[in-house]
């Protein structure tokens, strides 16, 4: 069974200080992961995705992942976070050839401090 | 930059009622889909719709909920005889492809009373 296990459910960090949001996966298959990023009252935007490419994968808004297969994680970063940063971020994985549902984490809440 | 538009955005109804949740997917995509979120728990995947008809469902879309594209822009969820536990938020999404990117909606929030 394929899983995404979010290791924060909340994140607070101070505007201009590095961000890092954790995810660990399970897959049998080889998967697609994204990160989807969900600002209040809106739907949900892809940040980045990777499927099986290169491992470092850039995103909008100067966020990045690191797909790392020997600690099946894939956590999401940002050298500086700004005070917009500030929302709901969801790790999310879809094994490749077995369907298109996505299986979403429990999501984490990044607060931003000035 | 196209985008899934979602209407209502709040929709409030009494437990026993049929509601019509509508989604205008972008329009070259070829995949459409239906996701909740509870208040508080993980986003759920419901269905996807593809050529026609459901290429995929989850256990929670049974007999309760059903699809449709009544035309070649609208894609709409119906739930039939609602339910106190049916009240979350509704994201449609659409994708170019198979296993591309899913575009969201800002979803719908439905109420059972």
């Known amino acids: 069974a394929q899983s995404v296990t979010q290791l924060d459910s909340h994140v607070s960090v101070s505007e201009g200080t590095p961000v890092l949001l954790r995810c660990n996966y399970s897959?049998?298959?080889?998967?697609?992961l994204f990160w989807y990023v969900q600002h209040p009252n809106k739907g949900l935007q892809l940040l980045l995705k990777?499927?099986?490419?290169?491992?470092l994968v850039k995103g909008i808004n100067g966020f990045e992942a690191e797909f790392k297969k020997s600690e099946t994680s894939f956590h999401l970063t940002k050298p500086s976070a700004h005070m917009s940063d500030a929302a709901e971020y969801f790790c999310?994985?879809?094994?490749?050839?077995?369907?298109?549902?996505?299986?979403f984490g429990k999501g984490t809440t990044l607060s931003v401090s000035s | 930059e196209p985008e899934v538009t979602q209407t209502p955005s709040h929709q409030v109804t009494q437990m026993g009622q049929e509601v019509i949740l509508r989604c205008v997917p972008i329009?070259?995509?070829?995949?459409f889909y239906w996701y909740r979120q509870i208040l508080g728990q993980k986003v759920e995947f419901l269905v996807s719709?593809?050529?026609?008809?459901?290429?995929?469902k989850s256990e929670i879309f049974d007999d309760q909920f059903s699809v449709e594209r009544p035309d070649g822009s609208n894609f709409t969820l119906k739930i039939r005889s609602t339910k106190l536990e049916d009240s979350a938020m509704y994201f449609c999404?659409?994708?170019?492809?198979?296993?591309?990117?899913?575009?969201f909606g800002n979803g719908t929030r439905l109420t059972v009373t």
């Open positions: 719709f593809y050529n026609n008809e459901i290429s995929e």
């Open positions: 999404a659409s994708s170019e492809a198979y296993n591309s990117p899913l575009h």
């Open positions: 999310v994985v879809t094994p490749i050839g077995t369907g298109t549902a996505l299986i």
């Open positions: 897959s049998s298959y080889s998967p697609s």
């Open positions: 990777y499927t099986s490419a290169a491992t």
């Open positions: 329009s070259n995509h070829l995949y």
